[in-house]
């Protein structure tokens, strides 16, 4: 069975907001929300890891602006950038993770290792971001699952209301497959994550390069 590309991120999503979380004292790398939670908890207990969690936004900010902007300019040419961004995506990945087996397992969130690792990871998870709303804006987003859950979760109260108008419930129950389906991998690829860091410590983060380049491969020229 092919797995669609959309599925793989989702995969990949969940996969390495959990394992750069446990390998990089609380940073999350597919999000900001998070880790401005975490920074005020490392801020009042005085552990590790603030430095990389203040430059995780205005990093991933930047790769964000920078991927909209260089997609734009090749597709105003005719182009797609879809293939460079999964290179760069992947270059990013493995530089993570020869940082983390070189110089891991990182007790200091905030040396300079660390950090790098860190925002290799962050610079890769938005390139992802970004590349997922650009090329595949139809498909629900791999790594936000508050607003999806909660749009799963209003889905479903529409289906149990009979006096819900028809056509919304069969479009509920359309966005309700999907919307399952994507939190179901997310959820797996933070459990398969987990059981791979809790396995093989900083070697999980070989993963993500693998996946990044199997979403991709029928997509290489």
Known sequence: MRISVPALLTL???????????VLQGLFTAHVTGNFSTLGASLVHGTSGAAAKI???PVFCVVIFL???????????????????????????????????IYGPFADGDALTAIVTG?????????????????????????????????LMMDLSDLAQADVPA???ALARIRC???LKTVGIFVF??????LMYARFDRLALLVPPLISIT???????
């Open 55 to 57: 430059l995780a936004l």
């Open 177 to 179: 497959a999907a919307l």
């Open 67 to 101: 991927v909209r902007y260089f997609s734009n300019s090749v597709a105003f040419k005719g182009g797609s950038a879809i293939n460079t961004l999964v290179a760069v995506k992947a270059s990013l990945f493995t530089l993570a993770a020869a940082l983390a087996v």
């Open 119 to 151: 925002m290799a990871l962050v610079a890769g998870m938005a390139i992802q971001n970004a590349a997922h709303r650009i090329f595949f804006e139809k498909s629900p987003p791999g790594t936000v699952m508050t607003g999806t859950t909660s749009q």
């Open 189 to 194: 690829g933070c459990a398969v994550a987990a």
């Open 12 to 22: 990949n999503g969940g996969y390495t907001d959990t394992a750069g979380f446990l």
């Open 167 to 169: 056509e919304l419930r």
């Open 215 to 221: 979403a991709f491969r029928p997509r290489f020229r």
